[in-house]
């Protein structure tokens, strides 16, 4: 099984997934930088994974904190955003939030599913998107939840 791989963190994902140039990356999360993410253009799905220095002006902020600031980027940007979900869950042997919401895709109209992920790991804070077409998601979350349970931190 392929791994994608990004500073400490690694995530396993299944064979129909393929890497995505930064060009793609730019365009489903707006920006390439410390990200890498997978694709399965069959089923409409996406992976990313990045990560942000911690500075210290987030010295004392939890992962809960950095998720509710990315949650109001996602109302203002994302078209239609609906929130389904928050929860608090365990990834690669951290205390991670997450957050479950739908969308429609600003480029077509097509209802979309997201989950976005986030914990801290020493002075970073990693976060890891989902995104699936509305139609595929229940087909494609099993996968995703396979891959957050398998990433591992070296």
Known sequence: MPSLVLNELS????????????????????????????????????????FAKAGWLYALTDAASVLKGAQRSMKRNLKNYRELETRSLTVAG???????????ANDKQIEQCGELVVFRYKKKFYSVYYISWKEFNEQNLPAFYEMLDSMSLQ
């Open 11 to 50: 995530c396993p994902y299944p064979e129909r997934y393929r890497p995505m140039s930064a060009e793609e990356l730019s365009r489903y999360f707006s920006c390439a930088d410390n990200r890498a993410g997978i694709h399965d253009g069959e089923r409409h799905a996406a992976v990313s994974v990045s």
């Open 94 to 104: 951290q205390k991670a939030s997450a957050v479950r919401f739908e969308y429609t």
